[in-house]
């Protein structure tokens, strides 16, 4: 086993975890704002990739797919959090949960219908085809591009929650939202918009593994396992948590994959099963 | 959004013929007094993953099975005794395979059992069958099936297996001296599709550099293709099934391995070429069943091309709904023969049946059922030399039916 392929095994798993970062981080945010368990996360996320595929198809470009079906999907959010999950705010923390679950099967059979259930062709956007040499091995140009984008958006992320006087509402309303009606901040629009970025970022990871994976209805159901894996890992809530947790997962399944590699799926939740011991609140999680 | 439109119509199609079977089966339940009345009735069980990743393959299993069940009936059914095909949702899952393939048996009384998707499903299936005394025939590739140990007189199996598939993939695209890897779902189907390849290699004199077990409904395969790529083989060998085989090779192309190695896969799957598009699977060589294409040459399957389009808005049969057809026809056929339903009379008909519906003569090998065909090798078209949106494959070879490209009745345990 030489150092070359360590090394480019490495690279994949960091590759690998920028991808789960971006599916994890939509779940960590609204359950860390809101303590909304959001299991359609999953569904949301394969929604986003048949809109991303729709947009597409009607401009011709699979820029504006990345542009707006995060969007659009993010305002859907938005009125799935208004018109549904909203009533249920200050019951048990199960009623959502059932709830998300519930529509996440909605949304499943909705785009088996619409769209049939054998998967539809979502090709690599032309100018990002092809792979670079890294001196270790060669690697998927797309893939490099998915590692720059989660890193720009992780970017803006932060830049959002820390520097602007939204985040900072958001951050005082994830601790204390009664105080916050206090002082006369509107809580449910704060809510309401971390709710519809959650979904967006869903759907933006969505519209990246498009090109990498068959777009089929059934897409998301690993994702939501995984997206849970991570924040758990990661403590739930925390976003710098379900970062390194993403990353971590994503060079485990790597280095498993180089030696058991038939061990690579359950390599995460032995992973999530070692940190729940340790450290039963994950990574970067606060004790309740 | 033409893939969209059609995947559309295939659905609402695939599901009315879905409903029928439910609503007859359900009817059954809600009047035991007709079921009685009804005895005349032959009924078909036919379980099937309805739902999980490859309802794409079952449901084409389903309209298949339910084309030779109308064409029979249409001819006035079995001595004047009309044909049913109950449908039930497996969903991939032996366990529930098993208590429908029951429930078929003990409350819808079923005469016979047809379908299964998935190797180890089809072995559920296939204890419940062989206990009860009931006739199955699978429509899933399998080689322990052929075994000594998992055989009973009841069993037929009239898919490909694993060794001939194979074996005839191998003669078509490995050559003397070729280096070959090896990526394999890490369960009953991946395993027996490596040991074939790997039977057919020693044969041939092509080295193994490498194998990769993956798990099973593995989304992102980014992690072994380093390894893969360190092997430096000519030819890389998937050998999994559904979306892992769409998705593997998607990654696989993605990596540029398709610029230094030969993509083989056992079988190379019609639905998966058409949820991935052509560019992913251009050059791709790998068996068959069946493919529509076959029609040119083959006046059966021109015939069994045709019914299938009359009755499905001008679409074609795909490989696995091939087996659909190909299965619950024998089984009919070999009925026909006997004059009814008796278990032991329709035994000695399969046996003694030739029988060719839709891909030149079969026939099941009397000491283990296996059903004896041709093998097709095809190569996946790219875009440009696609005549229509199903010109997908060239037809690499036909590989005539020959107990050749079988393990022989002493080597599965039989004796001579």
Redesign the interface.
Known sequence: M?T??IL??LF??V??GA?LVITALGLSIIFGMLGVVNFAHGALFMVGAYAGL?VA?LTGSFWWGLLVAPIMIGAFGMIIEFVLVRPLYGRSIDDPLLLTFGLGYVLVEAV??????????F??PPQLI??VDLGV????I??LFVIGLVILVLLLLWLGLEKTRFGLIVRAGARDPTIMRVLGVDIGKVWLVVFGLGVGLAALGGVLAGP???V?P??GS??LAEAFVVTVIGGLGSLLGSIVAGLLVGIA??MT??FA??????VMFALMAVVLLIRPQGLFGKLA | ?T??S???T??KLSRRSVLAGFGAGASYLAMPWVARAQDEIIRIGFPTPLT??F??EA?DQVKCAALAVKQFNDKGGINGRKVELLVRDDKLNGGEAATRTLELIEKDKVHAIVGALSSAVQLAVNEVTRARGIIYVSISQSDTINEVKDFSKYTFHEALNPHMTTAAVARHSFKKGNKVAHLVA?YAYGHEMLRGFKRAQAQIGAETVGE????F????Y??????L??MRPGILCISNFG?DQ??SI??AV???MKQQMKIVVPVLLH??R????P??YEGVVGGANYYWGLESGNPSAKAFNDAYRDGNRNAIPTDYGAYGYTGVSSLLLAMQAAGGTDTEKVITALEDLKYDVAKGPQQYRKCDHQSVQSVLVLESKKAASMKSEVDLFDIVANEPASTDLLRSCSELGFPA
């Open positions: 030489d070359e392929l480019m095994q994949s798993g590759a690998l991808i729709w198809s088996r219908i619409i769209f049939g259930s054998d998967g539809i062709p090709p690599t092809g792979v091995g060669f690697f998927p797309y893939r990498m994976r068959s089929n059934e897409m690993l994702v399944i790597s994959a180089l590699p038939e061990m690579a799926t359950i | 959004m893939e969209g059609r995947n559309i295939r659905q999980g990743p309802a794409a449901r890490d990769i077990l993956h798990p409904g593995a989304a992102d980014s992690t072994f293709m380093p390894r790529r360190s979306r769409a998705n998607k990654q993605d990596f540029g639905n998966q058409l949820a991935v598009g560019d992913v």
